[in-house]
């Protein structure tokens, strides 16, 4: 498992600390941690190599465990790690900076930690920039997840020193009156606006120029404050930086604003390199900065450099490098940092502007040169950064090529981590190299510009055609990712000009399938899918297969026919589309996948099992829960991120619903939106979004908890423009806010139905005209499912069945969801209650007809038969009403009080509340008022 950048760095950090502890202190944690990790420690060295030079080496743990195996081993052997450095008596404080930049996997690593109930004695401060994180922000979940598991957060904002707090400051620092203190304040305030690095600097700045001194005689500072007044002053804290950057000696100014080209960290060992001197030279003309406070080191090492000792005095400052070294650990050696972005930002200004691109390819140049290939890979974003900047000076084909691979490992890296936007950076960038520019439009596909073409000629050669489609393809998952739909599709039409094969062609359309569903543009997706079949020679499977014993399914070797891999891909973009518009093609999908997955397993495969298994739970509950537990343990036997929001979407929401409780989905669908999130595969997560609010919604959670969540997933679904999902959510939403406060559920409000259109001013009814127009069968049902269930809440029961007959008509396209329950459970209600309140004749209406009702019964008895816990207080509660609508009183009363029950012991308080409102009209109906007020 590959750990949180930011949590490693983190532990990195106190095992230096450890280090620097002298040897006494050094066995004493080598025995605690020891202890704690027995003969597991080399999980934790992978990650932390200074961990070895205090436990010494470990033994290989190589073993054959499936991802999730590998995962849950990890995690608990880091939780026995962390929690050594926890006690009572040794409390653990840990300070994580600007983790508004920390990847998906530190912050799912953090969130672990901080909901573990095993690791004690620990505070964890975290700062972040709360203008670059927004409520659909990854760490924004985070926080979210952690107050949901009653971990105690506190949230400080950090807001800039009022005049008071610089008076108190200056007060102390100063030794000065309180008077002489208050003006000072107000001077400083006036012109750095409270911010204390600006004050720290602009003070510093007057003592250097000699306007603020310190009086030995006296003991205290002492200055004028009218000269500081008149005193030449800004408002930018980098001029001010720059002017003391200007007084250094010329040598430390050059490694200085070359240090900032290199970024916030910076070693001094490949700074002499880029600058063609001795690490000695370069550590001594740093020794200005540092002492002017400008840089500070982050790691101290003693090191010798071949043979030669150091010395650099200041008073009481001493650094000694006395031991050897090899040169292998030479780009190790003596690492520091800018003391703040804004004296990195006023050291690099003194670049001149016009040196900076052919600057940044040379150290570019040199570093790519001095690394392996495998250095190469893990420093990918330092490399290409540097090389980026000066990517127009790039000339030579072969270098253009090796530095679109380059841009290419580090976009995939920044895909990985969830950097969206940084990752579009990278693709854009190798498109570039390629073939001249960095944004392809459909006009670009059949550019006749010479440079164009000439570069083109030389990337789609048949040498480097596979790598040119690879860096196409993976630049269109990027800008599919960052929400430019456009950019995705002009390249897609690129790569198919250029395609060779009919397999190259088919990888291509799966990605135009992705852009067209999530754009709601279901029907192209679904002619693109077809066709991409018919391609490759694979025809849809029309009869129900016979589902092969699991265990020989599981135990079969890998698939290896690349067409037939294609063709699961294709079925994989063709369920949504199909499950929507053709419900009859969807069952011929999921039948040729299973057949297809006969030939060797695959995460596919295991993609199909769990379609199979939803269908198959609409006739033989038993079966499709096998076929799902098939594809969930298939899933397990592969390294398959991107499939975990698929399977488990289907799985815990339309297939485990009918044999466990609908509670026991609600976590398992959290995790599984947050790891599509990660993976990238943000259609599914957003499946997984509305399913995970469905089942808080359904179990009976506090409307106010689940309409908290499903803003939060809406709000990042209208941001993504994810327009499939964010229509399904907001109908529930709408919903959750009608029963909740439904005086401030205005009738106009704003939501994106159009990406073109943006975010608009809309009502219900323009929703419904928008599903309609898309034929969305999913989504007209439960646009007409919620409204009846709001008017059946209201009293309007005529209305109610109106709207749940209309919802009847579209069954076919919620196959497998609850939803099906909930629907027929609210129908047999409202039709009930419309024949009570009218007295009408229920054998003479066939719109009120009690037949609706027993073929509800009917359905409700069997899926309670498969899980009580889900249904039998539904079908109890229509049996109590049944009953009292045929003056069965004894009947009546025994199905009120067993639905109550069941109601209550499953955790349904909506429900529960519903059946004892119901229960009290019949008591009120038969004049028992007091028995009624019993219920209410």
């Known amino acids: 498992m590959l750990a949180g950048v930011v949590c490693v760095c983190v532990c990195r950090d106190l095992m230096r600390q450890i280090l620097a502890g002298g040897k006494k202190s050094v066995n004493k944690w080598k025995h605690l941690i020891q202890t704690a990790v027995g003969a597991t420690g080399a999980l934790i060295v992978d990650i932390i190599p200074e961990l070895e030079r205090i436990i010494g080496p470990q033994p290989d743990l190589s073993m054959d465990l499936t991802p999730s195996d590998a995962e849950n081993r990890f995690n608990h052997v880091f939780f026995k790690f962390v929690s ?65 598991e009653q971990v105690p957060v506190t949230d400080l904002e950090i807001k800039p020193l009022t005049v008071k707090h610089t008076c108190e400051l200056l007060r102390d620092s100063m030794r000065c009156s309180e008077s002489e203190g208050l003006i000072f304040a107000d001077l400083l305030h006036r012109k750095t606006h409270g911010n204390p690095f600006f004050m720290h600097q602009l003070l510093r700045t007057w003592h250097s120029d000699g306007l603020l001194t310190f009086d030995f005689k006296r003991s205290c500072w002492v200055w004028d404050i009218n000269i500081l007044e008149r005193a030449v002053a800004t408002d930018n804290v980098v001029e001010l930086v720059g002017r003391q950057i200007r007084k250094l000696r010329p040598q430390a100014q050059t490694a200085l604003k070359y240090a900032a080209a290199l970024g916030d960290t910076f070693s001094v060992a490949v700074l002499a390199a880029i600058l063609k001197k001795s690490v000695v030279v370069i550590a001594g003309q740093l020794w200005d900065s540092v002492q002017a406070g400008l840089i500070l080191p982050v790691e101290t090492y003693q090191a010798g450099i071949q043979g030669q000792q150091i010395h650099f005095h200041d008073h009481c400052a001493s650094f000694n490098f006395t031991n050897s070294y090899s040169e292998q650990d030479e780009s190790k050696l003596y690492m520091n940092r800018f003391m703040h972005d804004r004296v990195q930002q006023a050291a690099y200004s003194l670049i001149p502007e016009e040196e900076r691109p052919l600057l940044h390819l040379s150290i570019g140049r040199r570093l790519y040169a001095g690394y392996t290939q495998q250095e190469v890979e893990e420093n990918a974003y330092s490399i290409a950064n540097q090389v980026n900047m000066g990517k127009q000076l790039v000339t030579n084909i072969e270098e253009r090529q090796r530095y679109a691979v380059l841009n290419q490992i580090a976009g995939k890296k920044a895909r990985l981590a969830s950097a969206h936007l940084a990752a579009v950076k990278y693709f854009d960038t190798a498109v570039f190299l390629l073939m001249g520019r960095e944004i392809v439009t459909d006009e670009d596909v059949h550019s006749t510009d010479p440079t164009h073409l000439a570069l083109e000629t030389e990337c789609w050669k048949d040498e480097r055609h596979e790598q040119t489609m690879d860096i196409l393809l993976e630049a269109t998952i990027a800008h599919y990712l960052n929400i430019d739909y456009d950019q995705a599709e002009a390249l897609c039409n690129l790569m198919l000009v250029h395609a ?4 190259e062609k088919v990888l291509i359309h799966e990605k135009q399938m992705q852009f067209h569903i999530q754009m709601h543009h279901l029907q192209e997706a679904l002619d693109i899918g077809l066709h991409s079949l018919k391609m490759l020679g694979v025809e849809l499977v029309t009869e129900n297969p016979n589902l092969t014993d699991p265990q020989d399914l599981l135990h079969m070797p890998p698939l290896a026919d690349q067409v037939t891999m294609a063709a699961l891909r294709i079925l994989v973009g063709l369920c949504i589309p199909t499950y929507i518009l053709c419900p009859e093609i969807n069952a011929h999908v999921a039948f040729t996948m299973v057949v297809l997955g006969t030939q060797g397993s695959s995460p596919f495969c295991a993609f199909g099992y769990a379609l199979f298994a939803l269908l198959t739970c609409a006739n033989d509950v038993n079966e499709g829960h096998r076929a799902g537990r098939l594809a969930q343990q298939m899933l397990g036997q592969f390294k398959a991120p991107e499939f975990m929001a698929k399977i488990n979407a289907m799985f815990y929401a339309q297939v485990d619903i009918w044999k466990n409780h609908v509670r026991s989905s609600i976590i398992p669908l959290r995790l599984a939106a947050q790891a599509g999130m990660e993976a990238g595969d943000m259609e599914w997560a957003g499946y997984c979004m509305f399913y995970h609010t469905d089942a808080m ?36 939403s ?63 029961y005529t209305a109610a069945v109106t709207a749940l007959e209309t919802a009847e008509r579209f069954l076919a396209g919620v196959v497998g969801l609850q939803t099906n329950a909930i629907h027929a459970f609210f129908y047999s209600l409202a039709v009930i209650a419309v024949i009570r309140t009218l007295k009408l004749n229920h054998f003479s209406h066939t719109a009120y007809s009690l037949d609706i009702v027993q073929r509800n019964q009917q359905r409700l008895r069997r899926w309670a038969k498969h899980c009580g816990s889900n249904y039998n207080h539904k079908y109890k509660l229509v049996a109590a009403e049944l009953a009292s609508l045929r003056g069965k009183h004894a009947k009546a009363m025994h199905n009120y009080e067993e639905s109550i029950d069941m109601a209550k012991n499953g955790g349904f308080t909506h429900d529960g509340a519903l059946a004892k409102e119901l229960c009290a009209a019949y008591y009120e109906s038969c004049n028992q008022r007091r028995i009624a007020q019993d219920f209410l």
């Open 734 to 796: 709408r919903l959750c806010h009608r029963l909740n406060k439904p005086t401030t559920c205005p009738d106009r409000y704003m939501l994106e139905l159009d990406k073109n259109d943006g975010i608009v001013e809309v009502t219900d009814e323009m929703v419904l005209s928008s599903i309609e127009k898309a034929r969305n069968g999913l989504e007209i049902f439960s646009y007409y499912l919620a409204d009846g269930m709001f008017k059946f809440y209201s009293g309007a």
């Open 697 to 732: 919604f359904f179990s009976g959670e506090p409307l106010d908890v689940v309409r908290q969540q499903q803003d939060i997933y809406l709000r990042g679904l209208i941001a993504r423009h994810q327009l499939l999902q964010s229509t399904y959510l907001n109908i529930w």
């Open 84 to 148: 050594v450095f926890g006690s009572p008596k040794h409390p653990l404080v840990l300070f994580i900076d600007n983790l508004q930049w920390a990847d998906t996997a530190s912050l799912k690593l953090l969130q672990v930690i901080l909901t573990s109930t095993s690791i004690n004695s620990l505070l964890v401060i975290g700062a972040y920039r709360d203008n670059e994180v927004d409520e659909s922000h990854p760490l924004t979940d985070m926080i979210n997840n952690v107050r949901s």
């Open 500 to 503: 060779k094969t009919e397999l």
